[in-house]
């Protein structure tokens, strides 16, 4: 039987430190998304099994192809994909076949920089420019077009700032943006104002103590979001120290990560990161999910790891034009998340940052989208489509129209099929100025 490389659990995929040693072993599939392997021990000559990081087909024959030298387990290093990432659209060129929108020197004027890891990089379709992931993070000429209504900072988060690096929108809630980078950048991010620029160490300490500082005094607030940039970048032993301050805070019951690293980067959810975030429940997480083809075995395995932990999962999705604006892909994607224990929870109308029109849709497509799912699949795989307003008036759900009008005393309500039904009324129904159809 073919024997194979692996690597001891509290190493797989490592998080820091040297190289560890090469382990072979027989292999045994139990599972689709762990995959376990029976390990000799060298001092006592027995075989345990630990669990094994994944590796889908096609990054496994990317890797071999662009990476030939590159062993599993430094592909599997979190910190090897950062180092590595694709930073200029020349360093593309051997990846995918450049169109004349993507290789254009105007690119250079874009708002936000380059980078994609090298494992989202090999679930690029070399060859469709059209490929709903390929799009959202190889830039495109379009950028650099400025439409009406558009601007660098169209939410109004900046006006909403008591102190550098935090959000206070809503009463008992504030957003603590941690840090500025990304391991992948998405096109359309809402804040490319701001990240992109440093080199990964998180913004200055300075400055989230002073976060901390207005979290302390300000007793409303029991809810912390926790985002950027994407803070799951940041070392463990940082995020350690910033849940450990949070939980400190008698009036904060609840944190949250909003994050896109199971989706760019699931090397990143190792074994100790898991660990330590257990430790700071109730902790729950946001996932940026964007396409079907997003959901691959190594995805899979980082979701495991996290729902193992009792971490609760939620995901949030931009409504993208050409990219994921049909009811079959949002199926595809909300249906494919809930196998993974991840449930819908937004979906975002795109935010009119600085030239963002290509990927923006009519209202009604994202209505559509909606009807086309409710009624027709399960309610966990439905999301809540919003629109975030902009100037800051926070997030306003938007639903396809159900409730029809009175009569005879009687609601009228329309249903997934359009069929209209009727719903007896009670003590003062109807309003006076609802009294009939």
């Known amino acids: 039987m073919k024997s194979e490389i692996v690597l001891p659990e ?33 001092s006592s000559k027995r075989l345990f099994h630990v669990p094994r990081f994944p590796e889908n087909p096609r990054t496994r024959a990317f890797r071999l192809r662009f990476f030939p030298d590159v062993a599993p387990q430094e592909w599997n290093d979190w910190r090897w994909q950062i180092q590595h990432r694709y930073r200029d659209i020349e360093d593309l060129e051997p990846v995918v076949d450049l169109i004349k929108e993507e290789r254009a020197t105007q690119i250079r004027g874009a708002q936000l920089p380059l980078a994609i890891t090298p494992y989202y990089a090999s679930l690029l379709d070399p ?36 102190v550098k690096g935090l959000v206070h929108r809503y009463p008992d809630r504030v957003l603590f943006l941690v840090t500025d980078f990304c391991s992948t950048y998405c096109r359309y991010c809402t804040r490319s104002r701001m990240v992109g620029h440093r080199d990964g160490s998180g913004l200055p300490q300075s400055q989230w103590e002073e976060a901390i500082r207005y979290i302390e005094k300000t007793k409303t607030v029991r809810d912390v979001l926790i985002s950027g940039g994407d803070p799951l970048t940041l070392p463990d032993e940082k995020i350690a120290w910033l849940l450990k301050r949070l939980r400190r805070i008698r009036h904060v019951e609840f944190l949250r990560i909003g994050t896109k690293v199971p989706a760019v980067l699931p090397q990143r959810v190792t074994p100790e990161l898991v660990r330590m975030l257990k430790r700071f429940h109730p902790l729950w997480m946001s996932i940026h999910f964007t396409h079907p083809a997003e959901l691959t075995s190594e995805t899979a395995c980082a979701c495991e790891r996290l729902a193992n932990a009792g971490i609760p999962l939620g995901s949030q999705t931009v409504l993208l034009k050409g990219i994921n604006d049909r009811v079959e892909t949002m199926k595809a994607l909300f249906q494919g998340l809930l196998r993974l224990r991840v449930r819908p929870y937004y979906l975002y109308q795109c935010d009119p940052i600085l030239g963002s029109s290509h990927f923006r849709t009519p209202v009604e497509k994202g209505l559509e989208i909606i009807a086309g799912l409710r009624g027709h699949t399960t309610g966990y795989a439905v999301p809540t489509y919003v629109i975030d307003a902009p100037g800051g008036g926070g997030k306003i759900p938007l639903l396809p129209e159900t409730v029809v009008g009175w009569e005879n005393g009687d609601l009228v309500l329309k249903n997934y099929q359009s069929r209209l039904f009727r719903y007896p009324g009670g003590a003062g129904d109807p309003p006076a100025e609802h009294a009939s159809l």
């Open 10 to 42: 509290e190493f797989e995929p490592p998080s820091s430190g040297p190289a560890v040693p090469r382990l072979e072993a027989v292999g045994h599939n139990l599972a689709p998304a762990v995959h376990l392997r029976r390990v000799p021990d060298a």
């Open 127 to 162: 060859h469709d420019p059209s490929q709903g992931i390929r799009r959202s993070v190889v830039p495109l000429r379009a950028e650099c077009v400025r439409s009406p209504g558009e601007a660098e900072d169209p939410l109004g988060e900046e006006s909403d700032s008591p």
